[in-house]
C-alpha cells in the first residue's frame, strides 16, 4: 500500500473578493492588535515594581521580550497585508495572467498561515500576561487585608 503525504494547503477556491474580505479582516484584527499591545504596555507599566520582584522577574521579562517581538511581528504582517492588497489588481483585471494569479494565490496562502500563527502566539501572550497581573493582583489584595 502506498502512502501518500499531504500538504496543508488552504484548498477552498480563492476568488478576488474572498481574498480581499479576509486581508480586511485581518487588518481590522491586527490593527487591533495594536492598539491592545498599548494597553498592555501601560498595564506593565502600572505593575513594573511588582513584576521585577524576584517571584515574578523571569515570567515577567519573558512577557515583556515576546510582547516586544510580537509587536515588530504585528508591524511586519500589516506592511505585508498592504502590499498584498495593493497587487490585489492581478485578480480582477480581466487579463489571463496565470502565473502571477498563482502566484498571489501562493502569497495569500502563505499570510494566511503567517497571520494564524500570530492571532496563536498572542492569545497564548495575552493569558500569560492577564495570569501574571491577576496573581499580583491578589497578593497586593491579601497584603491589604492583613493587618
Do not use: A, G, P, R
Given at each position: 500500500m502506498k502512502v501518500v503525504s499531504s500538504s496543508p494547503k488552504y484548498v477552498k477556491w480563492l476568488n478576488a473578493d474572498l481574498m480581499h474580505e479576509e486581508s480586511s479582516k485581518w487588518m481590522s484584527e491586527l490593527r487591533f492588535i495594536n492598539d491592545e499591545e498599548h494597553f498592555f504596555e501601560?498595564?506593565?507599566?502600572?505593575?513594573?515594581?511588582?513584576?521585577?520582584?524576584?517571584?515574578?522577574?523571569?515570567?515577567?521579562?519573558?512577557?515583556?521580550?515576546h510582547l516586544k517581538s510580537l509587536r515588530t511581528k504585528n508591524i511586519q504582517l500589516i506592511n505585508a497585508i498592504i502590499i498584498h492588497e495593493k497587487e490585489l489588481k492581478i485578480m480582477v483585471d480581466g487579463k489571463n495572467q496565470l502565473k502571477e494569479e498563482e502566484a498571489y494565490k501562493t502569497k495569500h496562502r502563505e499570510l494566511l498561515i503567517a497571520v494564524k500563527k500570530y492571532f496563536k502566539d498572542y492569545r497564548k501572550l495575552k493569558r500569560q500576561?492577564?495570569?501574571t497581573v491577576k496573581g499580583i493582583m491578589k497578593t497586593e489584595k491579601q497584603k491589604r487585608l492583613l493587618p
Open positions: 501601560d498595564l506593565i507599566k502600572l505593575f513594573t515594581l511588582k513584576l521585577i520582584d524576584s517571584k515574578n522577574f523571569t515570567s515577567s521579562k519573558e512577557i515583556v521580550e500576561l492577564f495570569k
